[in-house]
């Protein structure tokens, strides 16, 4: 069973910059796609970026495309989220999921629901 530990999270001026990392264990790093996705208090899940494991491709939330970058490192079996030029509305409880099965169609990268693991979240809080 894979296991998913987020960390990098905190406190930070809008226009600062945070890194997140996600690191998994549990089983080899052959997963079909890894994800970042946001909830902040009162609002739902919502998607903010993943990466195909074969082909590094990248799929970006239109609120966080050329401030966010996620990228991976398969030695290290991590997953990263370099997060530029913030904003109090990216104030949420950070987390990172694992893709291990195939899918086909739109949806595969930015739905939550085709995830089958997931972190406990890392807090990121941007002040004003």
């Known amino acids: 069973q894979v296991q998913l530990v987020e960390s990098g999270g905190g406190l930070v001026q809008a226009g600062g910059s945070l890194r997140l990392s996600c690191a998994a264990s549990?089983?080899?790093?052959?997963?079909?796609?890894m994800g970042w996705f946001r909830q902040a208090p009162g609002k739902e899940r919502e998607f903010v970026a993943a990466?195909?494991?074969?082909?590094?491709?990248?799929y970006y939330a239109d609120s966080v495309k050329g401030r966010f970058t996620i990228s991976r490192d398969n030695a290290k079996n991590t997953v990263y989220l370099q997060m530029n030029s913030l904003k109090p509305e990216d104030t949420a409880v950070y987390h990172c999921?694992?893709?291990?099965?195939?899918?086909?169609?739109?949806?595969?990268?930015?739905?939550?629901?085709?995830?089958?693991?997931w972190g406990r979240g890392t807090q990121v809080t941007v002040s004003s």
């Open positions: 549990g089983r080899a790093f052959n997963t079909y796609a």
């Open positions: 990466i195909a494991s074969r082909r590094g491709t990248t």
């Open positions: 999921a694992d893709r291990s099965r195939d899918c086909s169609g739109s949806g595969c990268y930015t739905m939550s629901q085709v995830y089958d693991v």
